[in-house]
Nanobody
């Protein structure tokens, strides 16, 4: 069973930065596509960024392009989300997710394992 544990969330002022980490255990991390999703109150969970097992392909939602970057360290079984120029509308619970199949995907139902989430709050 794969376990994902997020860390790094918190409160930040608009324009600031945060770096989220997601540590994986119990599986073959180096073969998984990894994604970061977020869910704001009253809204559906959405894919923010995703990256293939090798890091060769990545996705970023239009709302975060140029501001958020996903990266991974397969030796450390960890995926990161660097968030810069944060805006109040980025406020949400952020979830790390793993997909067993290796190609890039962005749908909630396409991911097999989920972390517990970490709160990110951006004040104006």
């Amino acid at each position: 069973q794969v376990q994902l544990v997020e860390s790094g969330g918190g409160l930040v002022q608009a324009g600031g930065s945060l770096r989220l980490s997601c540590a994986a255990s119990g599986g073959t991390f180096g073969t998984y596509t990894m994604g970061w999703f977020r869910q704001a109150p009253g809204k559906e969970r959405e894919c923010v960024v995703a990256i293939t097992w090798s890091g060769g392909s990545a996705y970023a939602a239009d709302s975060v392009k140029g501001r958020f970057t996903i990266s991974r360290d397969n030796a450390k079984n960890t995926v990161y989300l660097q968030m810069n120029s944060l805006k109040p509308e980025d406020t949400a619970v952020y979830y790390c997710a793993a997909a067993i199949m290796g190609y890039l995907r962005t749908g909630v139902g396409q991911y097999d394992y989920w972390g517990q989430g970490t709160q990110v709050t951006v004040s104006s």
